[in-house]
C-alpha cells in the first residue's frame, strides 16, 4: 500500500498553518525537487516542515495508530484542523479516532474517487458496478471484493466528516457506490499553468501526453491511431509522458506489432510539454482513470482542443465544444471525433473556445476556493 505523508495543521484564529511531513517523502522531495522543476516558495516550505516520525512499511493497523499519532502532534502544536490531501482507506480512521480524543477535527481532500479511482461505465450500482470496472482495469474478483470491503471501511472512517473533493465526478461516484459522504467540492479543483507557447505550427497532427499507463487509455490511443493511419497515411503523431520500464517495452513491443510510426517523446520537462501541446492539432487523451485530469486544461490553455472518453471526470468538468466527449471504449468513436477536428480545419475554429474556457481555472482561484472552505469548516 502507498501513503502520501504529508498533512497540514491550522490554528485558524492565530493566522498560522504547519507543514506536517514524514521523513521519507521530506527526504525524497529534498532530493527530487530540482528534477521536476519544483519552486523554491514550495521548497522553503518543505524544508521547513514539522518533521513527523517515519511510518515505514505497516499494516493497516499501522495506518490506523499514525492518523491517531498525527492528530495527537496536532493537538500539541495548537492546531484546530488536521488538513490531508488524499483518498486514503485507513488513515482516516485514526484521524476520528484522534478527532474524538483530542478535539481536533480533520478533514481530507479527495483528488480521485476511493478504492476505484473513476468509473469507466456507470451500468448498475454498488458492488455490482465496482466489480465490473474493477474487471475492465484487470483485476481479479477477488480484488473486486476486498476493494468493496475497503468502501465500507472508508464510509465508516468519514462518517459524516465534512470532506472535500477536486472534482464534482467524486460525489457522484461515491453515491453510485454506495457511499453516501458529505463531499464539498471545491470550484475550481484544478487548473494549468499558461502555455508557454503560443503561435506554434501546428506540426503534429494528433498527440497524447499523461503517464504512459493502461488507465490513462494509451492503448486506446494507439488501437485508434492505427485505425486512423489506415484512412490518413501521412497523419503526424506523437506520445508523451511519463513511463518505466514495464510500460514502456509494451508500448515499444505494441507499436512495432502493429507496423506504426509514432514520435516516442517520454519524461520531457516542463518546457517541451507545453511545446507539443501547442504543436499538436488535437489532443487525444481516452483517460479510463480520472477526476480532473492537469492536462487536459493544460491543452485548452495551448488553444489545442480535445478528444477523449466522456466519463464522469470529463463529462462533469469540460462544458465546452474545445472537448469532443466519446462514449467509453468506443475505438471508433474516438476515430471519428479525431477526423471531425482535423478535416476542415475545425482545430483552428475550437482555438479562442479552448483558450477562453480554460482562463477559468487559475491556480489563485483554486487557492481562494480551498482556503474559503478550509476557514469556514474550522471555525465550526
Known amino acids: 500500500m502507498e501513503i502520501i505523508g504529508f498533512c497540514v495543521c491550522w490554528n485558524i484564529f492565530q493566522k498560522k498553518n504547519i507543514f506536517l511531513l514524514c521523513q521519507k517523502i521530506e527526504k525524497r522531495y529534498d532530493k527530487n525537487y530540482k528534477k521536476y522543476e519544483i519552486g523554491e516558495d514550495i ?51 485514526g484521524f476520528r479516532l484522534g478527532s474524538m480524543r483530542y478535539k481536533v477535527m480533520w478533514t481530507e481532500l479527495l483528488q480521485q ?26 483485476r481479479s474478483s477477488l480484488k473486486a471484493l476486498k476493494g468493496y470491503l475497503r468502501l465500507k471501511v472508508f464510509k465508516y472512517a468519514v462518517g459524516q466528516t465534512p470532506i472535500l473533493a477536486v472534482s464534482r465526478s467524486i460525489p457522484y461516484e461515491l ?8 463531499v464539498k467540492v471545491v470550484e475550481p479543483g484544478n487548473a494549468s499553468d499558461k502555455c508557454l507557447f503560443r503561435n506554434l505550427d501546428r506540426e503534429y497532427d494528433v498527440g497524447f501526453f499523461a503517464r504512459i499507463v493502461p488507465e490513462k ?11 486512423l ?97 466519446v462514449e467509453p471504449l468506443n475505438i471508433r468513436g474516438l476515430v471519428l471525433a479525431t477526423m471531425q477536428v482535423l478535416k476542415g480545419g475545425l ?24 482556503w474559503s472552505m478550509l476557514t469556514t469548516l474550522a471555525k465550526k
Not at 350 to 367: I, K, M, P, Q
Open 217 to 227: 487509455g494509451i492503448f486506446d490511443f494507439i488501437n485508434t491511431i492505427k485505425i
Open 229 to 325: 493511419k489506415e484512412i490518413m497515411p501521412y497523419l503526424r503523431v506523437f506520445i508523451s509522458g511519463s513511463i518505466d520500464n514495464k510500460n514502456l517495452e509494451k508500448v515499444v513491443n505494441t507499436l512495432r506489432a502493429l507496423d506504426l510510426s509514432v514520435e516516442l517523446r517520454f519524461n520531457v520537462t516542463r518546457e517541451e510539454k507545453f511545446r507539443l501541446l501547442a504543436s499538436t492539432k488535437v489532443l487525444l487523451y481516452p483517460t479510463r482513470a480520472d477526476a480532473f485530469p492537469t492536462v487536459v486544461l493544460e491543452a485548452l490553455n495551448c488553444g489545442t482542443p480535445v478528444v477523449a472518453y466522456g466519463i464522469p471526470a470529463i463529462r462533469f468538468n469540460f462544458d465546452t465544444p474545445a472537448v469532443l466527449k
Open 347 to 370: 482545430w483552428e475554429g475550437l482555438e479562442n473556445e479552448a483558450l477562453n474556457f480554460a482562463s477559468r481555472f487559475t491556480w489563485d482561484r483554486v487557492a481562494q476556493a480551498e
Open 113 to 138: 474517487t476511493p478504492v476505484l479511482g473513476s468509473l469507466l461505465i456507470e451500468d448498475g450500482s454498488g458492488f455490482k458496478l465496482l466489480a465490473e470496472n474493477l474487471r475492465l482495469h484487470g
Open 43 to 93: 521548497y522553503h516550505i518543505v524544508n521547513n516542515a514539522y518533521e513527523l516520525k517515519e511510518f515505514g512499511e505497516g499494516n493497516r493497523l499501522d495506518y490506523i495508530k499514525y492518523g491517531f499519532y498525527v492528530v495527537e502532534v496536532a493537538k500539541k502544536l495548537g492546531c484546530e484542523l488536521v488538513y490531508f490531501p488524499h483518498e486514503h482507506t485507513y488513515l482516516p480512521i
Open 175 to 182: 453515491n453510485r457506490l454506495g457511499v453516501n459522504a458529505n
